[in-house]
């Protein structure tokens, strides 16, 4: 049933939204004459290695800078770029991934290797037993981890210490329950988060309280704290390096 959904919500929201895409597409191509494109290598299910499809929205080899995490201020997006990612446009292309079955609509959201799952605590190799997807609690609690890294000296280290710790717990607590109800409920957040990502959040936590999850990550996902080095699941040693 799951791949059933994500099979049709995937081919009839790239139906549908192809004028509006074609339209930033062009955008994209006319400031710098390169592909709209950004292929994004991941780590699938099962470790398994795929390309993600991206709108880009940063200049052309970026990458080879070596960072992964980007800040609000990275001067590596242009100025589409930042209407692109001000309004998660990036994300609308990887439905072409859920169609061919590499991603789902709903799950972890996938991750580079170096960096991102060479660093998984034998707990969060868990995070790689289901496909990556589109959205789920951590997209709607960290939609603005451009902001937190905003003026971080080291932004991938920052990400380690203070998203990584949560974001991997929300994902662990999403594969300990999740089903097509859940899945039906996180989308209909995610939607309502471009409107007021508070009341998404509201709701989120709610459904934690429900779960009966550490009360630490309750108050993380409420966002009404500054977040704080914190070590990642299976561990008790805060990452220090990269």
Sequence with gaps: MKRLIDVFVSFTG??????????????????DKHSPFYIAPRIGKGGKPFNMVKLRSMSINADR?????????????????????????????????????????????????????????????RILSIKPGITDFSSIIFSDEGNILLGKKDPDLSYNQLIRPWKSRLALVYIEHHSILLDLKIIFYTLVAIISKKRSVKWVCGMLKQFNVDQEIIKIAKRDTDLYPFPPPGSDEIVRSI
């Design 14 to 31: 790239l139906l549908f939204g192809a004028p509006f895409l074609i339209i930033f597409m062009f955008l994209v191509y006319r400031q």
């Design 65 to 125: 800078s070596g960072v992964d995490s980007t800040s609000a201020d990275d001067a590596r997006i242009t100025p589409i770029g930042e209407i692109i990612r001000k309004y998660k446009l990036d994300e609308f292309t990887q439905l072409f991934n859920v169609l061919v079955g590499d991603m789902s609509l709903v799950g972890p959201r996938p991750n580079v290797k170096k960096g991102g799952t060479d660093l998984y605590t034998s707990t969060e190799n």
